[in-house]
């Protein structure tokens, strides 16, 4: 099962037994779901269109676009009167998507989540969160645009004719090693990665991105610009309550995606029995929205910069993102690259599709090859009884045709981290406390760094390493991740005695950390698990308090 | 903890000098008001950037939304500069809000030096009589590398000969080759300040550094240029060579010589030729064996087109434009 799940939109994916990737709908039918929450006064919560819908009447009750405020610690969305953290509402969006789709295709093994490449720890650490409150047995968290050029690598493989059942040995794979940028401009976020893919092989070369730039921030644009005419018009406000503010925002919404294929469009509003009607063509919404545009363009150039990668090194460009569809986004991409960008699957569900081929090239991974009969015939095996699973979710059913397995099981992701990694020393020289990044962002994964530093004092007794994500040495621009402490080192140690810091960051998101003072070895270890950012008391009062929650 | 830096993102972030917030697009991008140059904004939009997006995920929210105005405000000002229309609408308007002259802004920055001095090229292989112009902000290098501002073809010449470069309001040349050699008037330099009427040997190239003023003098002479071919005689790095304007041209088996002859029954200095009494004569310089023109030997005798001159085992025709 793969789940993706946006600030505005959700999908959710799997992978059937011939190996077909399918997009499930929801109840209502729809292939993508809103992610928009509202809870009713009898405590009844309501996810997707519906939810949207409320917003015009009773926008207190509506949470939305809380993906942006993932992995803040201390924010809380207050709805219906009622505190609830960002986790809680996407887990209550994941548990709809998964609700219905159990419904469609049976009870569900294990879910990938999908996060923007460009999101730091705190947040990728929420996202998974979310899954667990959902009650999902969250196998792993995938980079969207990852996930994108996996499901695309997929479905170029169909196209050459091959067929999803007879998945041969080059399955996924491409027959020329390609170099493509994925650029995934959403409803919240924008990334832009480059991967390389050589066989079954993807290899991360970079990525970057904004967690705050999407196509609510478009909307944003066109609200401000139509607003301020009412004013000049009629001398009212309209966002000046919050369901008209809701309302105009949806009329906005409409227009922009409208503007994607007509060149013209009305946007009409009414307010205390004035009205305007006032017409909008498609050069006018992208001069107002420019400079978020340029947003874009700035930080794909930044990052050719970056891997020292010209155009003419970039195979495809695949567009991901329902907001990939406004016409200047093709239009600025062809004019920067020479190249024609390459749009051709549903953009909102690509993500989705990627997440559940890792989903299933996981649960291949942990397939015992026994349970597969030799003939390679369809095998539906009974769950295995008293196997170990995360939270007491129905073990892995072995559902899998034996070449799918096969093929799936060779494919290898090299993945980079997205921000760097560092300790915060003081520079002597500059007598200022710094970030010292050990290992700078688009390191490919796994890897270990090394750097040594001096004790600042002498007989210096414990030496307190603070571990951050950041890349700039500004200690401004860090997150602390957690700590590292040498205790009991031995009297007289001189000042500037050696200390050796080596990070360790393995593809699960995990990082070791090991400081040894090198004269005495005198040694400290700790591990930062990329496992939750609650403790698991909250983790499990809240996946308790969402499960009693009827989602509909 | 203290959010002072909420006041001024701008110094904080990108260290921009204190001064009016927002800043305008130049100062924000950190460029030349009015910089026109399309190359220079980008690269300024993405080192800006570069800058200010690592704290685009900073813990605080009022410190993430003022960096997000940072980011927005530098994207606009990509976009006004960007687009030619746009940016002529943004500049209008910027100067007349800090009401200032923007013509007279761009035109001191256009006002570089004419320039007061220039090399010609008096004799020599190749490119005689050809005027160099020099530019006071530039370095001006000589040698047989194409990509010398004064490129030279001879063996004769170093891949980088010389450099003249101008320092203090005076023209200074400095030697760089170290086989070769250049002489200035007659005498080996490694540096020396250029003046007026200087002659520059490089390499058997004759360099005439003057002022400007003195060069139309100069070329109001109605000099005919002159043009010696090796017909007969082994070889040597230039065949061919000309010249218009320098007093005299020294011919020789020496380095030092101006038009370099390298055989036995050559003389060091063999023979010399100059304009004189509006002819071009040459003059033997006591040659063991003799300077000959037309089978007969001379002392001082008047050149004039296809004479044949004969020095050592060289036969040289001579050929002068009317």
């Known amino acids: 099962m793969g789940v993706d799940l946006g600030t505005t939109f959700s999908a959710i994916a799997y992978v059937d037994a011939r190996g077909q990737v399918k997009t499930i709908p929801n109840r209502e039918g729809e292939l993508t779901t809103c992610s928009a929450v509202l809870i009713e006064p009898d405590r009844t919560v309501r996810v997707g269109r519906e939810a949207v819908r409320a917003r015009s009447d009773r926008p207190d009750r509506v949470a939305i676009n809380f993906k942006r405020d993932m992995g803040e610690k201390y924010y809380r969305e207050s709805v219906g009167g009622k505190e609830f953290s960002p986790e809680a509402l996407s887990a209550l969006v994941a548990k709809k998507l998964a609700a219905d789709a159990s419904e469609r295709i049976g009870p569900l093994a294990g879910a990938v989540i999908t996060v923007p490449a460009y999101f730091g720890d705190a947040r990728r650490k929420a996202t998974q969160d979310a899954g667990r409150i959902a009650s999902l047995n969250v196998l792993d968290i995938i980079n969207e645009p990852t996930a994108a050029a996996l499901a695309n690598a997929f479905r170029q493989y169909l196209r050459r004719g091959g067929d999803a059942t007879e998945f041969e040995l080059a399955a996924i794979a491409t027959t020329v090693p390609s170099t493509t940028l994925v650029f995934d401009l959403g409803g919240g976020t924008f990334d832009a990665t480059i991967i390389h893919i050589e066989g079954e092989r993807f290899d991360v070369l970079a990525t970057g991105g904004e967690v705050r730039l999407g196509g609510i921030d478009f909307d944003a644009r066109i609200v401000d610009w139509f607003c301020e005419e009412f004013i000049r018009r009629h001398g009212i406000d309209l966002r000046d309550s919050p369901e008209s503010l809701a309302g105009i925002h949806s009329v906005c919404e409409m227009a922009k995606v409208t503007l994607s294929t007509r060149e013209e469009t009305v946007i009409v509003a009414e307010r205390f029995g004035k009205t305007l009607h006032m017409p909008v063509n498609r050069r006018h919404f992208e001069e107002v929205t420019s400079d978020l545009l340029t947003r874009a363009q700035i930080s794909v150039e930044t990052l050719l910069e970056d891997t020292l990668l010209g155009w003419d090194r970039i195979d495809d460009i695949l567009l991901v993102g329902g907001s990939s569809r406004m016409p200047m986004v093709t239009e600025m991409l062809s004019r920067i690259s020479g190249k024609k960008p390459n749009m051709d699957q549903a953009p909102d569900e690509i993500v989705a599709h990627g997440a559940a081929i890792h989903a299933a090239i996981i649960q291949m991974h942990s397939q015992p090859p026994a349970s597969v009969e030799k003939d390679g015939s369809r095998t539906l095996s009974t769950p295995e009884v008293g196997r170990e699973s995360d939270g007491g979710a129905p073990p892995l059913p072995n559902l899998f045709d034996r070449k799918v397995i096969e093929a799936t099981k060779r494919v290898e992701m090299i993945n980079v981290n997205s921000h760097g990694l560092g300790v915060i020393v003081r520079d002597s020289r500059e007598n200022q406390v710094v970030n010292s990044v050990v290992i700078p962002r688009n390191t490919p994964l796994p890897t270990e760094r090394v750097k040594v530093f001096g004790t600042e004092a002498a007989n210096q007794r414990i030496v307190r390493l603070r571990i951050v994500e950041g890349d700039t040495r500004d200690t401004r621009g860090c997150t602390q991740l957690g700590e590292c402490v040498i205790r009991d080192l031995p009297e007289g140690l001189p000042k500037g005695a050696l200390v050796e810091v080596s990070f360790r960051y393995d593809t699960s998101g995990r990082i070791h950390v090991r400081a040894v003072e090198l004269r005495h070895g005198n040694v400290a270890e700790v591990d930062l698990v990329r496992d939750t950012g609650f403790d698991q008391v909250d983790l499990m009062r809240l996946r308790d308090a969402v499960s009693e929650i009827e989602v509909e | ?322």
């Open chain 2, 1 to 322: 903890m203290s959010l002072d830096w909420l006041d001024d993102p701008y110094g904080v972030f990108l260290d921009l000098p204190a001064g009016d917030r927002p800043p305008h697009h130049y100062e924000l991008l950190e460029l030349d008001i009015f910089c026109a140059h399309r190359e220079r904004i980008a690269h300024a939009v993405r080192k800006q950037f570069r800058r200010i997006k690592p704290y685009q995920d900073h813990p605080d929210r009022e410190t993430r939304e003022a960096i997000q105005d940072v980011m927005t405000r530098i994207a606009q000002a990509a976009v006004a500069l960007s687009d030619r229309e746009r940016k002529e609408t943004y500049d209008c308007e910027l100067a007349e809000r800090l009401g200032i002259d923007r013509e007279r802004i761009l035109a001191s920055r256009m006002a570089v030096p004419l320039p007061e001095f220039a090399l010609t090229v008096a004799a020599g292989p190749t490119n005689v009589g050809n005027v160099i112009e020099l530019l006071t902000d530039s370095l001006v290098t000589v040698g047989r590398d194409p990509h010398c501002v004064i490129p030279l073809y001879s063996l004769r010449v170093g891949m980088l000969h010389g450099q003249l470069r101008y320092r203090d309001r005076r023209w200074w040349y400095r030697h760089m080759d170290k086989q070769r050699l250049t002489l200035i008037n007659d005498e080996r330099v490694t540096q020396k300040e250029l003046e007026s009427g200087d002659r520059l040997e490089v390499g058997g190239y004759v360099l005439c550094f003057w002022h400007i003023e003195e060069i139309r003098r100069e070329s109001a002479l109605d000099r005919p240029p002159i043009t010696l071919i090796v017909t007969r005689g082994p070889s040597v790095p230039d065949a061919i060579y000309s010249a218009r304007a320098p007093e005299y041209i020294l011919i020789g088996e020496c380095e030092t010589s101006t038009w370099q002859l390298a055989g036995p029954q050559v003389s060091r200095h063999h023979c010399r030729i100059l304009y004189e009494e509006n002819r071009w004569i040459v003059v033997d310089l006591q040659s063991t064996n003799g300077t000959v023109v037309n089978g007969k030997r001379v002392g001082r005798c008047p050149l004039a087109d296809h004479d044949v001159l004969t020095i050592g085992q060289f036969q040289v025709m001579i050929r002068v434009r009317k």
